[in-house]
């Protein structure tokens, strides 16, 4: 071991040492004193055998756990999950409303994250799905329908109201905020895309977190926010630009194109113009990609998912919402947005890796050197 490196093990295992020892002193002066002792929550020690110096030790602070002022517990800042290749996931506890900032930066990355060469077989098998259903479209709606009459399933997507709650503002003015429920079983399968659905996932996590001072739940509840958020900005935006009729709307085979309507006559007929892509399949997809990436200890989740996406795409054809062509594209987008939602709500560290040197490689790194007309000085944020 070489001498400096020696140097350094030893006076990071006395402080380690001499910390500990003052950790249960100050224990046992709290527990004479009728105060609740400090616990200590976790001990890490990364020695690395290459350097041979002891690279992080995060020291277990009763202030990261309980709070002086109410003697509350709290959540962890930084918690770590294993993760399937034998390393962590490391969560942070998300920052009140991080996910909005997170959306700017989220639809700046869409070209560098989409139009790349590992991105190349993706786009080609959503351009290409999407001109070969286009071409079977009219044959796919009219068999879906068909055997939508088979199975005796409504078309028509109803709902019941379950709640309704009068907002009253202005000058008598009521507003009726309704909680509504579908009441027959194609409306069921219509409804897995619904609004209220996601919203009711994403408050759930986010209460489980809360209230189990979990910071994973908390960041899949964030990311969730920021990726169903990103993706129906999105999709709207390309429905607003691409104009394509409806299957129940349409009287010509696989729906006219207007491209670039014009939005007082959009506002208007909406039906007539948002058909493509689809917003219901690219937030269920959003979620589920959310949900899966967090949680891959429970295999069940992806298969079970796709099989609900599989009865939401039928639902859409039967009722008449949506082509078949609609999807590849609102798929994919909902897949991408969550991939980049999940990359910055979690840091995963490699088996045999180092939880400091990820933080070291997060805060990033200055470099300097030699630039045009005199010294470079650059910041690498990772």
């Given at each position: 071991?070489?001498?400096?490196s020696c140097a350094r093990w030893w006076s990071k295992t006395l402080g380690l040492t001499i910390y500990t020892l003052g950790f249960y002193v ?357």
């Amino acid at each position: 071991m070489p001498e400096r490196s020696c140097a350094r093990w030893w006076s990071k295992t006395l402080g380690l040492t001499i910390y500990t020892l003052g950790f249960y002193v100050l224990s046992g002066f709290q527990a004479a004193a009728g105060l609740p002792p400090p616990t200590i929550t976790r001990l890490l020690t990364d020695y690395q055998p290459e350097t041979g110096c002891l690279e992080t030790a995060q020291l277990p602070f009763a202030a990261a756990e309980t709070s002086v002022d109410s003697g509350r517990v709290r959540r962890p800042r930084r918690r770590e999950y294993p993760a399937p290749d034998r390393g962590v996931y490391v969560y942070e506890r998300p920052r009140p409303f991080s996910f909005a900032a997170n959306m700017a930066r989220d639809l700046g990355a869409v070209p560098r994250h989409t139009f790349c060469r590992e991105r190349v077989p993706l786009i080609a098998g959503v351009v290409s799905s999407t001109f070969i259903l286009w071409g079977a479209d009219q044959h796919i709606t009219d068999a879906a329908q068909w055997l939508g009459r088979e199975l005796q399933l409504k078309k028509n997507s109803t709902q019941r109201t379950v709640v309704e709650v009068p907002v009253r503002y202005g000058n008598g003015h009521v507003l009726p905020l309704q909680f509504n429920a579908p009441d027959n079983l194609n409306s069921t399968f219509y409804f897995l895309g619904d609004g209220w659905t996601h919203l009711s996932i994403t408050g759930s996590f986010w209460a489980y977190g809360l209230i189990g001072r979990d910071n994973r739940a908390a960041q899949t509840a964030s990311q969730l926010t920021e990726s169903i958020l990103v993706t129906g900005l999105a999709v709207q935006t390309l429905k607003h630009l691409s104009g394509r009729e409806s299957p129940y709307t349409t009287t010509y085979p696989r729906g006219r194109w207007r491209l670039f309507p014009n939005q007082k006559t959009y506002s208007q007929h909406v039906p007539n113009y948002d058909a493509f892509p689809t917003g219901h399949l690219a937030t269920a997809m959003t979620t589920l990609t959310v949900i899966a990436e967090n949680y891959p200890e429970h295999h069940f989740i992806r298969p079970v998912g796709y099989g609900l996406m599989g009865l939401l795409g039928y639902a859409m054809l039967n009722n008449g919402v949506h082509w078949a062509s609609d999807y590849p594209l609102g798929i994919a987008m909902g897949w991408g947005f969550a991939k980049l939602a999940v990359a910055r709500g979690r840091r995963e560290v490699a088996a045999g890796g180092s939880i400091g040197a990820w933080r070291r490689a997060r805060r990033g790194q200055f470099t300097a050197g030699p630039g045009l007309g005199g010294l470079a000085v650059r910041y690498q944020w990772h």
